[in-house]
C-alpha cells in the first residue's frame, strides 16, 4: 500500500508552443540549458517523498518516453512503485484516446487501486516550479479535505487565463470559475490536486457515466464536487510557479533563470531537480569570445558573443556571432557572423553565415509587431537570411532569403 501515488498529465498537444512541439510532447521541450519541463515534477515530487508515479502520454511520447527511461535520475526505479509511463491503451471492447483529464486519470483506475492509495496527487507536465507536496498533503489531512487545490495570486488582468477560485476565512472554496471573463477573486489554480481516492473514484465514475461532460477537472469535476458539498480546500502557494504552455511565458522563464532576483534556484541542493543529462564533455569558450549574464550547459562552444542567453548542450556559437537574449536549444548551430536576437532556436537547427533571426524591440519602428523569433527542430537558416521577430520557421529558409 502507498499513502500517495502521483498521477502527471503529460498528454496535451501543446499547440501553443508551435513549432516547438511539433515533434514533441509539451513536458519534453527543453527548459533551462539541461532539463525538460518534465523535471520539474518529477523531481518534486521525489523531493517530496512521493516514490510511484505514473505519466499520462498521449500526443507525439517518443522523445518523452525514451527521457524517462527506467526513472533511476529521479530515483524513481522502484521494484514496487517508481516511474510508470501510461499511453491509452486497447481494451477488450474498444480503443480509446484520453478525452480530457479527469478521462486520461479514469482510464487508469486499475493503475492507481494497484497500490491501494489513501491519496491522489494530480499534476500538469507543462509548469516550472519547486514544491513540497508532502506539506501540502499534511494541509490536505489536518483539514479533511476531499479535495485540496494548490492555488497562488495573480493579477486581475491575468485571472481569464486560470480556474478561480473565492474561498472563506479558513480556506474552504466556495466558488469555482474556469477562465472567468469577470471576477472578483485573484486565487488561480496551479494544476496541482490532492484528492481522497474513495472520494476521486466515485466522481470519475459519475463523470465518466455523463455523456455531455468534457471530463475535464477544471470543467467539470471540481464544480460537481462543490455543488455536492464536497470539502474543497485551497492550499496557498508563494514561490515561483510558471505555466509555460506559450512561446512568450517559455522564453520568460528561460529569462528568469539569469535573474538574480528570481526565487526559481535550480542549484539549491536541499531541493535538487535532477535530470537525465547527456554526458558530454566541458564546454569551451574561446579566445576572444564574450560571455555575460548566460547559462552555458556541457558540450558547448562559444567563440562569438553571448549576452543573457540560455546554452544547452551541444550547442555552438561561432566567430563573430551575436546571440542576445535567446535560447539556444540541445545540438542548435549559430554560424560565423550570424545574428539572434530574442529567439528560441530549437533542437539541432542551424543558423547559417550571416544570417540575422529576430530583432531587439528598440530597433523595431512598430514595436506592436515584436515577439519571440521561433525556428523550430532540425531547420535551417540559409546564409545571410533573415528571419523577422515573432516569425514561427518551421520549414528552412534558402540563402539570402527573408521568412
Not at 487501486?113 to 490536505?140: A, C, T, W
Not at 471576477?183 to 465518466?208: H, N, P, Q, R
Not at 526565487?263 to 569570445?289: C, F, M, N
Not at 514595436?367 to 545571410?384: D, L, N
Amino acid at each position: 500500500m502507498k499513502e500517495c501515488v502521483a498521477m502527471l498529465l503529460a498528454g496535451g498537444q501543446g499547440s501553443r508552443l508551435y513549432a516547438l512541439t511539433h515533434k514533441l510532447a509539451k513536458p519534453a521541450v527543453p527548459f533551462g540549458g539541461k532539463y525538460r519541463i518534465i523535471d520539474f515534477p518529477l523531481s518534486n515530487c521525489v523531493n517530496s517523498g512521493i516514490d510511484t508515479v505514473g505519466i499520462l502520454t498521449q500526443y507525439q511520447p517518443l522523445v518523452l518516453n525514451d527521457y524517462i527511461g527506467n526513472g533511476q535520475p529521479w530515483d524513481l526505479d522502484r521494484l514496487y512503485g517508481g516511474v510508470h509511463v501510461l499511453p491509452p491503451y486497447q481494451k477488450a471492447t474498444r480503443s480509446d484516446w484520453y478525452k480530457g483529464t479527469a478521462n486520461a486519470i479514469y482510464q487508469n483506475i486499475n493503475f492507481i487501486e494497484r497500490y491501494n492509495p489513501q491519496y491522489v496527487l494530480i499534476l500538469s507536465g507543462d509548469h516550472i516550479y519547486k514544491m513540497d507536496y508532502d506539506k501540502m498533503l499534511d494541509f490536505h489531512k489536518e483539514t479533511k479535505a476531499d479535495c485540496t487545490i494548490a492555488v497562488l495570486e495573480v493579477p486581475m488582468e491575468e485571472t481569464n487565463r486560470f480556474g478561480i477560485m473565492t474561498t472563506d476565512k479558513k480556506g474552504r472554496i466556495t466558488k469555482f470559475e474556469e477562465k472567468p471573463k469577470k471576477t472578483e477573486s485573484t486565487l488561480a489554480s496551479m494544476g496541482v490536486y490532492i484528492f481522497t481516492w474513495d472520494k476521486l473514484k466515485a466522481a470519475l465514475e459519475k463523470d465518466e457515466a455523463d455523456k455531455n461532460s468534457e471530463n475535464d477537472f477544471g470543467k467539470n469535476i471540481i464544480p460537481d464536487m462543490l455543488a455536492t458539498k464536497r470539502r474543497l480546500m485551497a492550499y496557498p502557494f508563494e514561490g515561483y510557479w510558471k505555466d509555460v504552455g506559450t512561446i512568450d511565458s517559455l522564453w520568460e522563464a528561460n529569462m528568469d533563470l539569469l535573474d538574480p532576483n528570481m526565487p526559481l534556484d535550480v542549484w539549491d541542493p536541499s531541493w535538487k531537480i535532477y535530470s537525465r543529462t547527456a554526458g558530454r564533455p566541458p564546454h569551451y569558450i574561446a579566445s576572444g569570445a564574450r560571455v555575460e549574464n548566460s547559462m552555458i550547459t556541457e558540450g558547448c562552444t562559444v567563440e562569438g558573443e553571448l549576452e543573457s542567453v540560455v546554452l544547452f548542450a551541444g550547442a555552438k556559437v561561432g566567430r563573430d556571432a551575436v546571440v542576445r537574449d535567446s535560447i539556444i536549444m540541445p545540438g542548435a548551430v549559430v554560424e560565423d557572423g550570424a545574428q539572434v536576437n530574442y529567439a528560441i532556436i530549437a533542437e539541432d537547427a542551424v543558423i547559417q553565415k550571416g544570417a540575422v533571426v529576430g530583432a531587439r524591440p528598440e530597433h523595431m519602428a512598430d514595436v506592436s509587431k515584436w515577439g519571440v523569433a521561433v525556428v523550430a527542430e532540425g531547420v535551417t537558416i540559409g546564409a545571410g537570411a533573415k528571419v523577422p521577430p515573432k516569425a514561427m520557421v518551421e520549414q528552412d529558409v534558402k540563402d539570402g532569403d527573408k521568412a
